[in-house]
């Protein structure tokens, strides 16, 4: 890729730093596949050469997820890609925890690492550079050498498909893609997951399930438990019905019978983790190099029903058009297969126990994936 194209896509990702030739042929982070510029985190391994591949090596090392009512809502990435979407003074900068902010000040640089490694920009009592040989987050003071790693569960794709199993026929709304998708998940509620494994939901305030990329997604804790609003039907709104310049759904083979416009769909609606689509299993999460991005979705997808049902409508990209019909996209609606996080491998119960450090998902998360295994961690988890 050019460098000038390097340098524009920075700028739109809030992630601009200079690109010579010589950062643009450095490996770029695993952390970063997605993006296209590594200009910090390659700053960050060559000042520490062991944090490559390691959860350091990583957006959250220097920027902070995003907080509500003192519960992590979304990821260090979540964050910046908000404020980059919907407007903020400083861009990503406003997302930057204190060890961010001490290598912005300093520089910006390979230098400034070596320059802010004496200090503790958290001030938990131990160096930025004595934190990152322990592999252990500077920016956080709730993360320190020696802390205790949180208590956990594992359990198996093959145990879980021991429980209960649950269905539901639900739609599925994207954001930007070009079509919605009315699809029937088999899999387990997340409560009798839970509920199984003996875990204590008393004082719980939510649940944040990870992907083995870091991408993460937090719910309140009532979801657990809550019978989501029975979503409408809309058939008819394939490409076979409008054509392939106005169709925007996907519909599964095998619908209920005597579903019409607007009519309920039957059963219950819960947060579930999925392991079949429409009668088959879920294809396995993998990351793709070269789109830089993952693909599939198992072999474990969160399930998350909309809480505000509603029409399918088309994605921000194919909007609008002049296709007359009123479903372009609508900025109001539940879009809610952004919540629906694919290749689930771990679900930690918050607010995470006092004194513990968070589990490292980032480093072998892509394991649990092949070995069809889920993590539980957190408040409640002994």
Request: hydrophobic fraction near 35%; glycine fraction near 12%; include cysteine.
């Amino acid at each position: 890729m050019k460098k000038a194209t390097l340098l524009l896509l920075a700028l739109m990702l809030g992630c601009a730093g200079p690109v010579s030739d010589e950062i643009a042929e450095q490996v770029s982070s695993r952390s970063y596949k997605g993006h296209e510029n590594d200009f910090d985190a390659n700053n960050l391994v060559a000042a520490y050469p062991s944090l490559a591949g390691t959860r350091l090596d990583d957006c959250q090392t220097c920027h902070a997820g995003r907080m509500e009512e003192g519960r992590l809502t979304g990821s260090s990435c979540d964050r910046c890609h908000d404020l980059m979407l919907h407007g903020g003074e400083g861009g990503a900068i406003e997302t930057l925890n204190a060890f961010g902010s001490d290598y912005l000040e300093a520089g910006r640089s390979e230098a400034a690492l070596e320059t802010i490694g004496k200090k503790d920009s958290d001030g938990d009592g131990f160096s930025n550079r004595e934190e990152l040989a322990a592999l252990r987050y500077p920016g956080s003071e709730l993360s320190r050498p020696g802390q205790a790693v949180a208590p956990m569960i594992a359990i198996s794709l093959e145990e879980l498909k021991a429980l209960p199993s649950h269905s539901q026929l639900m739609l599925v709304n994207t954001t930007q893609q070009k079509f919605d998708d009315y699809a029937t998940y088999k899999g387990v509620k997340i409560a009798d997951v839970l509920d199984a494994l003996d875990i204590n939901r008393d004082g719980a305030t939510g649940i944040t399930v990870i992907a083995p990329d870091g991408y993460l997604k937090s719910l309140p804790i009532d979801y657990v438990d809550e019978l989501f609003p029975r979503p409408p039907f809309f058939p008819g709104l394939d490409e076979k019905s409008l054509g392939p310049d106005c169709g925007l759904v996907n519909y599964p083979a095998s619908i209920p019978p005597g579903l019409s416009i607007g009519d309920p769909i039957p059963g219950e609606q819960s947060l579930m983790l999925g392991y079949e689509r429409n009668g088959l299993p879920l294809d396995c999460a993998r990351l793709d190099a070269a789109a830089g991005k993952m693909m599939g979705e198992g072999p474990l997808r969160m399930v998350v029903p909309q809480e505000k049902p509603g029409k399918p409508d088309r994605g921000s990209r194919y909007s609008p058009t002049d296709c007359g019909d009123g479903l372009d996209f609508n900025e109001d609606a539940d879009h809610n297969a952004g919540a629906m996080v694919r290749g689930v491998i771990a679900i930690r119960i918050d607010p995470m126990p006092a004194g513990v450090e968070e589990f490292d998902y980032m480093n072998g998360g892509w394991a649990y994936v092949d070995a069809g295994e889920l993590i539980i961690y957190g408040h409640g988890v002994k």
